[in-house]
């Protein structure tokens, strides 16, 4: 049987048909890349109740917290210096659906903002503004082929899971983030970093399973598939 996984979706405000709307969205690249890997996605939508975050990780087999806006600052105590959009009500949520999958044991993989959610969760703090012209996190304005290619090196920490899964030291990733890891949080270690000292991979150190990425494995083929086939195993072996 397929395992079951949770994703989380996103709230957009889009102009439709009918006028302005409120969305539920994520992007197909999440779903059929889960398909792909053996999985059957289930979508949460964003900012549910936190009290609804037990229930729903005890009905899958694990869950993917996938990308989206910034993380409210106030969630790690600092001012709003460099954040754009944030939303408190979908901070509160997913904390609590991560709370929720550690006392569950449910594996837990986090993608983009998951990681800096995850962060922020566990107790770490993230700087709001990583970007920098010609910088390794340069996001080169609209083209959006280039946003979608592998745009710079990450190098795994020796040992790490990653550095055995992709098979090398380093890798070519996609990563779209203005914001970032700032202090890590206990029981986190680090996966992989850039060229400027980032994390951009980090899990926890313990008995549960949980990891984040900052770059956008989804949109990526090859070597990246990888990780969505690795965590089908670790649903499996669980």
């Not at 409210?72 to 904390?95: N, Q």
């Not at 990733?173 to 949080?185: E, P």
């Amino acid at each position: 049987m397929r395992p079951l996984v949770g994703i989380t979706a996103w709230r957009r405000r889009l102009e439709t048909f009918y006028g302005p709307d409120t969305l539920q969205t994520l992007s197909s690249f999440y779903t059929d890349s889960l398909v792909a890997a053996g999985l059957t996605p289930v979508i949460f939508p964003a900012a549910l109740d936190p009290s609804e975050a037990d229930r729903l990780a005890a009905g899958v087999d694990g869950i993917i917290l996938s990308g989206g806006d910034d993380v409210d600052p106030a969630s790690y105590g600092a001012e709003d210096t460099d954040s754009k959009r944030y939303h408190p009500e979908v901070d509160r949520f997913e904390t609590a659906l991560i709370e929720a999958a550690r006392a569950q044991g449910k594996p837990l993989l986090a993608i983009c903002r998951g990681l800096q959610v995850l962060n922020v969760a566990l107790g770490g703090t993230l700087s709001q503004e990583v970007t920098s012209k010609g910088g390794v996190h340069d996001l080169i304005g609209d083209n959006h082929e280039e946003l979608n290619s592998r745009r710079h090196v990450i190098g795994f920490e020796e040992g790490s899971i990653l550095a055995g899964l992709y098979g090398s030291g380093e890798a070519k990733v996609n990563t779209l983030h203005h914001q970032g890891v700032a202090d890590l949080a206990p029981g986190l270690v680090v996966e992989a970093r850039s060229d400027d000292g980032l994390v951009e991979a980090a899990r926890y150190d313990g008995e549960w399973w949980a990891l984040g990425v900052q770059w956008h494995p989804e949109r990526l083929d090859g070597e990246h598939q990888k990780l969505f086939a690795a965590f089908k195993r670790v649903l499996i072996d669980r």
